[in-house]
């Protein structure tokens, strides 16, 4: 568990527990809690709960600022975080679209789609539903399925900017595909910073990580063999 101020809130502060604690309303994680604790630091003196969707902005930046002078609780943080999407799998749904003329399936784990009526039948087949337009939003509901918006925000952008790259900037995502008004495109691009800011920190882990297992890998597997090799020679 970890706990931080909030930078926007003083007598609020941030933590993260294994326990579920469920709120009412929209929440980012039910992981990620927050409580009151008044004038005295970090003490918790109410009881924690889930972090409302209304409070984002200032936990993600509260987060990104804990964060850089704590780098050893990256690795915590990164459990949290979702892992990146596959850009097959984002660039199948951007183009399943609805045939009001033919029932077609699709197949989610193999990113196909059918026509044939065996497939109806076929539990690992889903009938391509009406609102499948192979829109950005169309996309983002085919593959968040559960109320997280730690999760739903993270594929939001990630989809966004695929969406972008697809269709040359054009036919933006709209805001309230995550419960953003478009004049509240401030509030956005002010949470897409301190979402981004955590974000690119818990990367930078992920990144480091994984160097050095392939370089422990790299090690067991030729270095240290090497070593063996020329003593053997010797």
């Not at 399943?96 to 065996?118: G, I, Q, T, W």
């Not at 918006?149 to 036919?171: C, G, V």
Request: hydrophobic share 35%.
């Amino acid at each position: 568990m970890i706990r931080f101020h909030s930078l926007t809130r003083p007598e609020y502060c941030y933590e993260t527990a294994d326990e579920v604690n469920y709120r009412d309303g929209n929440v980012i994680d039910s992981r990620l809690h927050e409580y009151w604790a008044g004038n005295d630091g970090i003490v918790k003196h109410a009881h924690s709960y889930a972090i409302p969707t209304e409070n984002w902005i200032d936990f993600f930046a509260s987060l990104a600022d804990y964060l850089h002078t704590h780098k050893e609780d990256i690795k915590e943080i990164a459990t949290y975080f979702p892992l990146p999407l596959c850009h097959k799998k984002i660039d199948f749904f951007l183009t399943l679209k609805y045939d009001a003329d033919k029932r077609r399936y699709y197949n989610a784990s193999e990113l196909k789609v059918s026509s044939s009526p065996s497939k109806a039948n076929d539990r690992r087949w889903e009938l391509v539903p009406e609102w499948a337009n192979g829109s950005s939003e169309s996309c983002l509901r085919f593959l968040v399925t559960y109320d997280k918006a730690l999760y739903r925000f993270a594929y939001y952008l990630q989809i966004r900017d695929r969406a972008y790259e697809l269709n040359n900037y054009s036919d933006p995502m709209p805001g309230h595909a995550i419960g953003y008004a478009d004049e509240d495109c401030n509030a956005f691009y002010n949470l897409k910073s301190a979402f981004e800011s955590v974000s690119l920190l818990v990367n930078g882990y992920r990144e480091e990580d994984r160097a050095n297992r392939m370089f422990e890998s790299l090690r067991y597997n030729w270095i240290d063999r090497q070593g063996v090799k020329q003593t053997e020679a010797a």
